[in-house]
């Protein structure tokens, strides 16, 4: 394919035209569901058509405007969008306006998985898929809408975040040698006992939000921010085990 100047559309570009025909296929659904009122679950709608996070992105894009307008004439702060969403009594826009948020949400964190489960360059992880063959683990979670990162990528890591589905266990390991973690049949092996922790998460969501988009001082404090007491850690990873995080 290519445009008038005979250039091939980029890679955004496409993402970008793409997402239009999602986006109206999720409109049509949002009508669906106003009507029925059932819920819709939009992660795992996402999945199913395997829509890539990029246009995942651009999905959200649209319904986060769709999403603003509606908020607009519930709050009546813009008249335009009080005019054009008149027809609609105050319950269906507040319909609405939870399921537009409900798109945006689902797809960030659909693009938010997409990126953690890039495979990594094969001269980056030498030797590391022998060392990851017999690794227990879950790929993906429905229920809390994540993705495992490659696991490759945890050997000569500094640190992984790991979150246990079944016990809601989140547990942080931290290496103790320069040339970082590895991984010996179903266990992780170089991680520091003294620095590396284990807690239960009350509120699982928000906290594994926190992991995947904090950054370094963020995560430094995470831990000792949950009020929860921490348990003995040890390094095995068994296949309720989310891989949520790797650092280099």
């Given at each position: 394919?290519?445009?008038?100047?005979?250039?091939?559309?980029?890679?955004?570009?496409?993402?970008?035209?793409?997402?239009?025909?999602?986006?109206?296929?999720?409109?049509?659904?949002?009508?669906?569901?106003?009507?029925?009122?059932?819920?819709?679950?939009?992660?795992?709608?996402?999945?199913?058509?395997?829509?890539?996070?990029?246009?995942a992105e651009f999905i959200a894009e649209k319904f986060r405007a769709i999403?603003?307008?509606?908020?607009?004439?519930?709050?009546?702060?813009?008249?335009?969008?009080?005019?054009?969403?008149?027809?609609?009594?105050?319950?269906?826009?507040?319909?609405?306006?939870?399921?537009?948020?409900?798109?945006?949400?689902?797809?960030?964190?659909?693009h938010i998985n997409s990126i953690a489960n890039r495979k990594p360059r094969?001269?980056?992880?030498?030797?590391?898929?022998?060392?990851?063959?017999?690794?227990?683990?879950?790929?993906?979670?429905?229920?809390?809408?994540?993705?495992?990162?490659?696991?490759?990528?945890?050997?000569?890591?500094?640190?992984?975040?790991?979150?246990?589905?079944?016990?809601?266990?989140?547990?942080?390991?931290?290496?103790?040698?320069?040339?970082?973690?590895?991984?010996?049949?179903?266990?992780?092996?170089?991680?520091?006992?003294?620095?590396?922790?284990?807690?239960?998460?009350?509120?699982?969501?928000?906290?594994?939000?926190?992991?995947?988009?904090?950054?370094?001082?963020?995560?430094?404090?995470?831990?000792?921010?949950?009020?929860?007491?921490?348990?003995?850690?040890?390094?095995?990873?068994?296949?309720?085990?989310?891989?949520?995080?790797?650092?280099?």
């Open positions: 394919m290519h445009t008038q100047t005979g250039k091939r559309p980029s890679v955004r570009s496409r993402c970008k035209t793409v997402s239009y025909k999602w986006s109206s296929e999720l409109e049509e659904l949002m009508d669906e569901h106003l009507d029925s009122g059932k819920p819709m679950n939009v992660y795992t709608w996402l999945l199913k058509n395997e829509i890539s996070g990029p246009v999403r603003d307008e509606v908020t607009h004439a519930i709050k009546k702060t813009n008249k335009d969008c009080v005019e054009a969403y008149s027809p609609y009594p105050p319950q269906t826009l507040q319909a609405m306006q939870f399921f537009a948020d409900t798109v945006v949400k689902d797809c960030e964190k659909h094969k001269k980056k992880v030498r030797g590391a898929d022998d060392q990851v063959a017999k690794l227990q683990y879950m790929k993906q979670d429905t229920k809390y809408k994540i993705v495992s990162v490659e696991p490759a990528t945890i050997i000569g890591a500094s640190q992984l975040w790991v979150f246990n589905t079944n016990t809601r266990d989140l547990t942080v390991f931290n290496t103790m040698r320069r040339d970082g973690f590895e991984i010996k049949g179903t266990t992780l092996h170089g991680w520091d006992p003294d620095t590396s922790e284990t807690k239960k998460l009350r509120k699982p969501e928000e906290v594994i939000q926190t992991v995947l988009t904090g950054g370094s001082r963020t995560l430094k404090k995470l831990m000792t921010s949950l009020t929860t007491k921490s348990t003995p850690t040890n390094g095995r990873i068994n296949k309720h085990c989310i891989l949520l995080k790797v650092t280099k």
